[in-house]
């Protein structure tokens, strides 16, 4: 089995009788409007995935994680004429990516269920993994073939489910995966400077032990970081590149992490660049590629690249009109009345939310949750509230249908503030899911809800009886862990929720309702193992 890394999340794996090519994200436009590109450039890498995939010879698929547009490139999806290959598709509630596809003209469309296998010629299968909570939609791939296991979870947050995956699937070979940021908390946020490495430090540390854990648990000969950071090179966005502290760290901060936290790791950790060619029987590079991004060069080498797709950010640079201007307030009005009048749970939120755009400063949109009613003001007129700017050329490009909600969101071309600084899940999905998709979202934020089933874990010497699933996105925290002595620590998404308060969620109102247990009656509960009490080195929480 040979594994060439395309670049980002992007791979193509090679056996005597199949090609594999998962995720390959080449555009010269990036994604995300642009918003994010490829790091390191990898845009000569379509030749050879065009290559392959027409390579009739062996039996070919492309496997397509999700929708994200750093993960599924239609543009260069249309640039492959010979389309007698395999389109390995996950089954989401959302049907667009899918229904995008269908007339694409691939000589078969497999949508796989969570644990589907497909078989692959010579033996040995493909496997896809599914997470579909509502906000999250993506799935991981597993290729096992010629005595060799690749699991490639790209951004699919399976975390809670590496134990069984060891159990299931292993021995796991080489396995890869995000271990940066990807969201717009908190480089949208209007902190102060500290406020925002404090959080980001936080956030950065909880992500690195995340991934930290699955490698402990599936210990691959080889571990490769993918999956970002992207580049950005927008004039507005390229600060984020040189940021001291931020969410979007390189590889070498995180294995650096590794190298402290797992002290007797056998893992060999690898960054790869675009081309590199691993042989997964002997796991050795058999190619490297002549390009190398390091953190001496790294500086000027996006400099350099900034200069040369220049071109590209000047050309989608657009001045609106007054009346245009205008008009996109009245439109971005209505969509967020058709949003909350599609939103069942629009009770919970509580507090009020401020849209406005950057050209009109002294006019707001107030969005009143709980009377489902959105309103001209020209004035904030809550101290506490969230608020919401951007400029009016992205915000029509919603609008317009060129851009998903949560894709606009991601381009990261916009200011955020809440006041108090806490999460909210109904809120999180107002904003990034689409008006239609809303009541789905809604059920499964419910369904997750009503998962009621409890299991004792153990911290700071005491036992507690709490709910065995997440009430954010239904994560199994038997494979939680506890920090600090009293915090149990989902390993989705990296909520706390303090033993000691009841369970009650450090970033929210949220509650695992944490019960003491009498020593005696842990047996009671019908429950897994405690969760192990260690907290991560470097300071995660």
Not at 187 to 200: D, G, I
Request: aromatic share 10%; proline share 5%.
């Amino acid at each position: 089995m040979l594994i060439t890394f395309l670049g980002h999340a992007g791979f193509l794996v090679e056996t005597a009788e199949a090609i594999v090519v998962a995720d390959p994200w080449v555009s010269r436009e990036g994604a995300f409007d642009s918003a994010w590109m490829q790091l390191p450039q990898n845009h000569h890498m379509a030749d050879l995935v065009r290559e392959k995939l027409q390579d009739g010879s062996k039996a070919r698929y492309l496997y397509l994680s999700h929708e994200h547009k750093d993960h599924f490139d239609p543009a260069f999806l249309d640039t492959i004429e010979r389309r007698d290959f395999t389109l390995v598709l996950a089954r989401f509630r959302r049907p667009e990516m899918r229904e995008s596809l269908a007339g694409y003209g691939a000589k078969e469309m497999v949508v796989c269920d969570d644990g589907q296998q497909i078989p692959l010629p010579g033996g040995g299968h493909i496997k896809v993994f599914v997470e579909d909570s509502g906000l999250n939609r993506d799935s991981a791939l597993l290729v096992h073939a010629e005595g060799r296991t690749f699991l490639n979870i790209n951004d699919c947050k399976l975390h809670d489910r590496m134990p069984r995956i060891a159990r299931e699937d292993g021995p796991v070979h080489v396995f890869t995966g995000q271990f940066s940021g990807a969201i717009w908390h908190p480089p949208c946020y209007e902190y102060e400077k500290k406020q925002y490495q404090t959080v980001s430090r936080k956030k950065m540390f909880s992500k690195f032990e995340a991934v930290a854990r699955g490698i402990d648990v599936l210990k691959p000969r080889i571990f490769l970081g993918s999956a970002g950071p992207a580049c950005f090179l927008d004039p507005k966005l390229v600060h984020l590149n040189f940021e001291e502290l931020n969410i979007f760290p390189r590889a070498g901060k995180f294995f650096a992490f590794l190298q402290k936290r797992l002290k007797n790791m056998a893992t060999e950790l690898a960054e790869p660049m675009p081309g590199d060619v691993l042989d997964a029987e002997t796991f050795r590079w058999v190619h490297l590629a002549a390009e190398r991004v390091t953190d001496e060069n790294f500086e000027s080498y996006v400099r350099a690249y900034a200069e040369r797709m220049k071109p590209l950010f000047d050309a989608r640079h657009r001045n609106l009109s007054k009346q245009e201007i205008e008009a996109t307030l009245v439109n971005l009005a209505a969509e967020l009345q058709r949003k909350l009048d599609n939103l069942p749970l629009h009770d919970r939120v509580a507090l009020p939310l401020y849209a406005s755009l950057e050209e009109q400063p002294d006019l707001f949109l107030r969005v009143d949750f709980q009377r489902r009613r959105v309103e001209p003001v020209t004035k904030i007129l809550d101290e506490k509230r969230y608020t919401f700017r951007a400029g009016a050329s992205d915000v029509a490009r919603v609008l317009d249908g060129l851009l998903t909600w949560e894709d606009f969101l991601l381009a990261m071309r916009m200011k955020m503030s809440r006041n108090p600084d806490d999460y909210d899940a109904i809120l999180h999905g107002f904003l990034a899911i689409e008006a239609p998709d809303l009541p789905a979202f809604c059920e499964a934020v419910v369904a997750a809800e009503s998962r009621q089933e409890r299991m004792t874990v153990e911290a700071g010497g005491r036992c507690f009886s709490v709910h065995r699933y997440c009430p954010h996105q239904g994560a199994d925290l038997s494979e939680a862990w506890v920090e600090g002595g009293r915090y149990l620590v989902c390993p989705r998404h990296r909520w706390q929720f303090d033993l000691e308060e009841g369970g009650k969620c450090t970033m929210n109102a949220t509650s695992l309702h944490a019960l003491p247990v009498v020593q005696g009656e842990e047996k009671r509960e019908e429950a897994l193992p405690a969760a192990n009490e260690e907290a991560p080195a470097g300071g995660a929480a």
